[in-house]
Structure formats: structure tokens, C-alpha cells
């Protein structure tokens, strides 16, 4: 069975601070998704990313998929209280059928 | 605003019962997906339908079942409702139905809570 484990499960950080949060795995995966839920809301798509050594920005996000394909990381640059919310990285696998495999996500809190 | 509604918003009802989670996809979109969440938790895959049809399954119980119609709405039906099915439930929608190709729009949610 393919996972991906995120990491932290939580962060509080303040205002203007930088951080990374990571996606794991064993497996290889053909793509990988990071989306952001805000509560009371529905998950939101970010970015996907396909290709291994990928790095995509948008505004203080930065994301990067693993040279290997089993990992990705999400940095975020001079953080803002906008940011806080649950980040969830969802992977297709070579075993999933296509489905996305979800991690279990960062809660991440932003104090101003 | 994703363009996925789903109904009820909130939902209580008490063990034993059964109850039906109504979502209507975005204009165009063929695919409808089922997620659970729990409590702070990451999102668990129930079900996909593609242009009617079942396209894919997760982990979804027995006790629980969805259908989607000709018109593309979809419903997920939930019986012999225990207590640890009070979760969030989601409905995503999108185009082809290609996880990961595609992008999944989701619905704001319906919270069921079983007391």
C-alpha cells in the first residue's frame, strides 16, 4: 500500500517567519498534488507537480517534487496569517488505479 | 466559490438511521468523487463515478453506497449510521475523471454527526 506521510502535523509560527513542510514516501509517484482547506471549507488545489526535480512558485509558496518522485516539500516565505490553514499533499501511485493517495496534512497556524 | 454544492450543510441524526448526501457538480463536469474527513484529519477516497458509471472504490463500508444520475448529480447513502461515521463528507467534481491529471473542485462539505 502506497502513503504519504506529511510533516509536521502542526505548526504555529508568527507572522513574517519562514517554514517548510514535507511530503514522504517510499513510492514513486507520477504526480503530486498539494491543496489548502481552510476550515468550514472544501480542500483547494495549489499546484500539481509531475516531473522529478520540479520546482514551481506561487507568490511566497515554492514547491518542489523529489528528484526520486517520493517526496515534496512546500516552503513558505515570510508567512502571513492568510496562510493559515490545513496543507494536504495527495499523490498518484503506479498501484492506485489513478486515485489520489492523501496524506494526513499540516495544520498550520500563522499568529500575527 | 468551486461551483460544487452539496446539501445538507449539517446534518444530526442518531444511530441506526440512514441518511442521503445530495452533491451537484460543476457545469461540464463529468466525475464525481466521495471523500470522509475526520476530525483535523487528512481526507479518506470513498468512491468515484465517471459520466454515471463507478469508476473507483476506496475505502468505503458496505453500510455505505452512491449512485450518479443521468443529469451528473450524484447522492452517497449512509445506513445503519454508528458513531464513528460523524465526519465531514465531501463531494469533488472534475472534468475527466483522471486523478492527478485533473483537477478535483470541491464541494463545501456536509457534516454529519451522529449522536
Known amino acids: 500500500t502506497q502513503l504519504l506521510e506529511q510533516s509536521p502535523q502542526f505548526l504555529s509560527i508568527q507572522e513574517g517567519e519562514n517554514l517548510t513542510v514535507y511530503c514522504n514516501s517510499s513510492s514513486v509517484f507520477s504526480s503530486l498534488q498539494w491543496y489548502r482547506q481552510e476550515p468550514g471549507e472544501g480542500p483547494v488545489l495549489l499546484v500539481t507537480v509531475v516531473t522529478g526535480g520540479e520546482v514551481k512558485k506561487l507568490k511566497r509558496l515554492t514547491f518542489q517534487f523529489g528528484d526520486a518522485r517520493k517526496d515534496s516539500s512546500l516552503h513558505i516565505t515570510a508567512a502571513q496569517p492568510g496562510d493559515t490553514g490545513l496543507y494536504l499533499c495527495a499523490g498518484v501511485g503506479r498501484d492506485s488505479n489513478y486515485q489520489l493517495i492523501w496524506g494526513a496534512g499540516t495544520k498550520l497556524i500563522i499568529k500575527p | 466559490d468551486s461551483g460544487v454544492t452539496q446539501t445538507p450543510k449539517h446534518l444530526i441524526t442518531a444511530t441506526g438511521q440512514r441518511v442521503t448526501l445530495r452533491c451537484s457538480p460543476r457545469?461540464?463536469?463529468?466525475?464525481v468523487y466521495w471523500y470522509q474527513q475526520s476530525l483535523d484529519q487528512g481526507l479518506q477516497f470513498l468512491i468515484q463515478?465517471?459520466?454515471?458509471?463507478?469508476?473507483a472504490k476506496g475505502n468505503i463500508l458496505e453500510r455505505f453506497s452512491a449512485q450518479q444520475f443521468p443529469d451528473l448529480h450524484s447522492e452517497l447513502n449512509l445506513s445503519s449510521l454508528e458513531l464513528g461515521d460523524s465526519a465531514l463528507y465531501f463531494c469533488?467534481?472534475?472534468?475527466?475523471?483522471?486523478?492527478?491529471?485533473?483537477?478535483?473542485?470541491f464541494g463545501p462539505g456536509t457534516r454529519l454527526t451522529v449522536l
Open positions: 463515478y465517471y459520466n454515471g458509471e463507478e469508476r
Open positions: 469533488a467534481s472534475s472534468g475527466i475523471g483522471l486523478a492527478g491529471t485533473d483537477t478535483q473542485y
Open positions: 457545469s461540464g463536469d463529468l466525475s
